[in-house]
Structure formats: C-alpha cells, structure tokens
C-alpha cells in the first residue's frame, strides 16, 4: 500500500527526539540513528526502539539481547548523520566516538544528554520494521538538551 500525501504529511507532523541505538555483540558492535522511541511501561520500565528490517541493527540486536538508547544532544548533529547514512556492516561508525559500557555491555556515548542501557524483553514484526521491547536496567543524565528531529535538516 502507497502512502497518500495527506497521510504522510500529518505523520510527518509527530515530533520525536534524535537518537543513537547501541549494540554490541561477541563479534561486532554498531550504532544507527532513530527517531522512532517511546517509552512504554514505568513498572518495569520499558523502552520501544522501532529498527528498520533492512537496517544492520535489526540483526544485531536480537543477537546480542540487548542495547542502548543514546539520546543526543544539540552538537551531536553531525555524528547522528554520520550513524544515519549508510550501513554500519561494512564501517565502524563509532571510530574516535568516546564510549562507556554499562550493565549489558552495549556501547553508550560518554557524553550524550542521557542514555537508557536496555535488555532485550520482546520483538515484534510490525511492517516494514522490528520493534524491540527493552527493559532499562541502568540509565543516565546529564541534563543537558536533546536534539530534536526535524526530517528538512536530515533530508534536505
């Protein structure tokens, strides 16, 4: 089914944060941006990540039962296209990117404007995407700003 100009207009209208999704494996490790996450639950607190099949991470993070959700500030604009564009299965996009590992090992950014180091809870096939449930078993904040998303800076 196309999507009519209407449709995609008003849902280009929902607002969103911009994000880095984290996740590390016994063989490789990997970042991408997103914009589609939601929390979902308080008790337990649950995350939702919407992943993309085709993306490199929708295999990952099945894999490694877990990952991260990196909310970026403001001046990381420019690594969130750099983890946006192209495919992080032929590039290591994390290169010179400081990194802490918390609870489950996912790669989290040092200095982002909050993190959320989730386990793998659930997976659903939603469309053309995966949704992954994770439960948050550690998080930080720094209290600095988020960034926003806005399609016309990413997209042109």
């Known amino acids: 089914m ?38 979902v639950s308080g008790r337990p607190p649950l995350v939702l990540v919407a992943v993309n099949k085709a993306h490199y991470t929708s295999e990952l993070i099945p894999e490694a039962g877990s990952f991260s959700l990196n909310v970026l500030r403001p001046d990381q604009f420019e690594l969130a296209k750099r983890c946006g564009f192209g ?49 948050v078993v550690a998080a930080g904040d720094s209290g600095k700003p988020v960034l926003a998303y806005e399609a016309e800076r990413f997209f042109g």
Request: charged share 20%.
């Open 87 to 135: 495919s992080g299965r032929n590039k290591d996009r994390l290169i010179g990117v400081p990194l802490i590992f918390a609870e489950t090992s996912a790669p989290i950014l040092a200095d982002c404007a909050a993190y959320l180091d989730c386990r793998l809870a659930q997976s659903y096939e939603v469309g053309d995407h995966l949704l992954f449930v994770g439960e």
């Open 2 to 39: 196309v999507m009519d100009d209407a449709i995609a207009a008003a849902l280009g209208r929902l607002s969103y944060g911009v994000y880095l999704i984290g996740v590390k494996t016994a063989k490789r490790m990997n970042a991408m941006t997103a914009a589609w996450a939601t929390q």
